[in-house]
C-alpha cells in the first residue's frame, strides 16, 4: 500500500511562486509513476502535471506550461511541483497522485494511490 503525504500548500498573491511537496511510502518509488491533481470549485479532479517513474518524461496541462515545473528524487521518495507567476484560476486543493502502471495526463480514476490533499489559495 502506497501513502503519499503532500505539504507546501498556502495563501499567496497573484504573480507568487509555491512549491507543494508529496513523500511516498510503501513501495519502491523509483516504479511509480506520479502526477499531481487539482480539484476547484468546479468540483472536477483534473490532472495538472506528472512524471515517469524513471523521471525522464513529465507532462503539464497545457494552462500551466511554462510555469510549473514537476521534478522527483528517487533518492528521497518525494516529487515536488514548482509553481510560478501563480494565477487565481490555480486556487484548489492540490492532489498528489500515484500508479504503478501509468503516468502522465490520465483520468483521475486511473491512478491508485492519492495524499489527502493540500490547498492553494492564489488571491490578493
Known amino acids: 500500500q502506497v501513502q503519499l503525504v503532500e505539504s507546501g500548500g498556502g495563501v499567496v498573491q497573484p504573480g507568487s511562486s509555491l512549491t507543494l511537496s508529496c513523500a511516498a511510502s510503501?513501495?519502491?518509488?523509483?516504479?511509480?509513476?506520479m502526477a499531481w491533481f487539482r480539484q476547484g470549485p468546479e468540483k472536477e479532479r483534473k490532472f495538472v502535471s506528472g512524471?515517469?517513474?524513471?523521471?525522464?518524461?513529465?507532462y503539464y496541462v497545457d494552462s500551466v506550461k511554462g510555469r510549473f515545473n514537476i521534478a522527483r528524487d528517487n533518492t528521497k521518495n518525494s516529487v515536488h511541483l514548482h509553481m510560478n507567476s501563480l494565477k487565481p484560476e490555480d486556487t484548489a486543493v492540490y492532489y498528489c497522485?500515484?500508479?504503478?502502471?501509468?503516468?502522465?495526463?490520465?483520468?483521475?480514476?486511473?491512478?491508485?494511490?492519492w495524499g489527502q490533499g493540500t490547498q492553494v489559495t492564489v488571491s490578493s
Open positions: 512524471i515517469s517513474a524513471s523521471g525522464i518524461s513529465t
Open positions: 510503501g513501495h519502491t518509488f523509483s516504479n511509480l509513476g
Open positions: 497522485a500515484a500508479s504503478t502502471m501509468i503516468s502522465g495526463n490520465r483520468p483521475f480514476y486511473e491512478y491508485d494511490y
